[in-house]
T-cell receptor, first 113, second 116 residues
Framework: DGGITQSPKYLFRKEGQNVTLSCEQN?????MYWYRQDPGQGLRLIYYSQIVNDFQKGDIAEGYSVSREKKESFPLTVTSAQKNPTAFYLCASSISRSDQPQHFGDGTRLSIL | AQSVTQLDSQVPVFEEAPVELRCNYS??????LFWYVQYPNQGLQLLLKYLSGSTLVKGINGFEAEFNKSQTSFHLRKPSVHISDTAEYFCAVSNAGGTSYGKLTFGQGTILTVHP
């Protein structure tokens, strides 16, 4: 079955360290998204990519970076500049850039040691 | 700018009772509206969406929602809930067309707890 795979499921970061969250899809979807979820705040958009080799900042991009070198992959790096990285991170995809997110991964929970 | 307000952070209900989860939105342009469900430690699943046409939208698992443009609301309803409906529900909005493509603005979420 097609879907989105996020790894790892749990991730711990030391102060001053960059970490990368993986997101892979085998749905042949053009668009991919990264959201951050905090309790009581819903989901907030970090970055999105409408096509390979192109990505745009979302509402809370500071302290994060992404790449989209392959259609199926959209990794998110949480840099040391992100001062409050503890959250649940969700990756999503849609068939085209004009469609809304239709598939979500099961998330990565990032915590600070 | 858009915003979404889910009026109840938690909704407890007994099994087989009806339920309504309330969602209001604010936008200066036409919108598309969505409801997603999230089970613990999982991603989101799309329950239903309103793009155009009939204001009553039917989704999966027996849920439905009604778009009310004058009241800028998109409330989610189910006539009889099951224990398995216990989850967090998110209302979301996006611009209808324009340059925002698939960007969604989410509400804060409503935790539905179904008691036996």
């Amino acid at each position: 079955d097609g879907g989105i795979t996020q790894s790892p499921k749990y991730l711990f970061r030391k102060e001053g360290q960059n970490v990368t969250l993986s997101c892979e899809q085998n749905l042949n979807h053009d668009a991919m998204y990264w959201y951050r979820q905090d309790p009581g705040q819903g989901l907030r958009l970090i970055y999105y990519s409408q096509i390979v080799n192109d990505f745009q900042k979302g509402d809370i991009a500071e302290g994060y970076s992404v790449s989209r070198e392959k259609k199926e992959s959209f990794p998110l790096t949480v840099t040391s500049a992100q001062k409050n990285p503890t959250a649940f991170y969700l990756c999503a995809s849609s068939i085209s850039r004009s469609d809304q997110p239709q598939h979500f991964g099961d998330g990565t929970r990032l915590s600070i040691l | 700018a858009q915003s979404v307000t889910q009026l109840d952070s938690q909704v407890p209900v007994f099994e087989e009772a009806p339920v309504e989860l309330r969602c209001n939105y604010s936008s200066s342009v036409s919108v598309y509206l969505f409801w997603y469900v999230q089970y613990p430690n999982q991603g989101l699943q799309l329950l239903l969406k309103y793009l155009s046409g009939s204001t009553l939208v039917k989704g999966i698992n027996g849920f439905e929602a009604e778009f009310n443009k004058s009241q800028t609301s998109f409330h989610l309803r189910k006539p009889s809930v099951h224990i398995s409906d216990t989850a967090e529900y998110f209302c979301a909005v996006s611009n209808a067309g324009g340059t925002s493509y698939g960007k969604l603005t989410f509400g804060q979420g409503t935790i539905l707890t179904v008691h036996p």
